[in-house]
């Protein structure tokens, strides 16, 4: 069952860029790339560092700290020193609102574009 609630707006998150919201005590990062919205935990996967503050591009953030890249639809790592995913939710707008379904995270195995990307 989804759970999709309201964590900002479109307008909070400037393209190419990613913020840090709370919800339901999960720490995200809502991310804006290429006209499409993210939600990942905003927890690199390496050791606690925010990934809201990486680099955004395309469908990729990259931890600031060592450089590792995640794939902003699976949580999947790209690049070393990270080795385990990091949790994705869906993540969907409407209106002028971004939505994250906080219910469970997609599993990174089976993630797809699709799946991520209701809006
Ligand atoms: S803390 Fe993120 S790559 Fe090391």
């Known amino acids: 069952m989804s759970d999709f609630v309201r964590v900002c707006s479109v ?9 840090a919201v709370e919800v339901d005590d999960r720490e995200l990062a809502i ?4 006209g499409n919205f993210y939600a990942i935990e905003d927890e690199c996967s390496h ?33 070393l020193p990270a080795t385990e995913p990091v949790p994705v939710y869906r993540c969907r707008v409407e209106g002028d609102d971004v939505l994250v379904d906080v219910s469970e995270p997609l599993d990174p195995e ?10």
Do not use: K, N
């Open 11 to 19: 307008s909070d998150v400037p393209p190419d860029s990613a913020i």
């Open 31 to 34: 991310v804006h790339s290429d």
């Open 47 to 79: 050791a606690a560092i925010p990934l809201s503050e990486g680099d955004v591009e395309g469908a990729e953030i990259e931890c600031y700290l060592h450089g590792s890249r995640f794939d902003l639809r699976t949580g999947r790592p790209l690049s």
């Open 110 to 119: 089976q993630s797809d574009i699709e799946e991520l990307q209701e809006s």
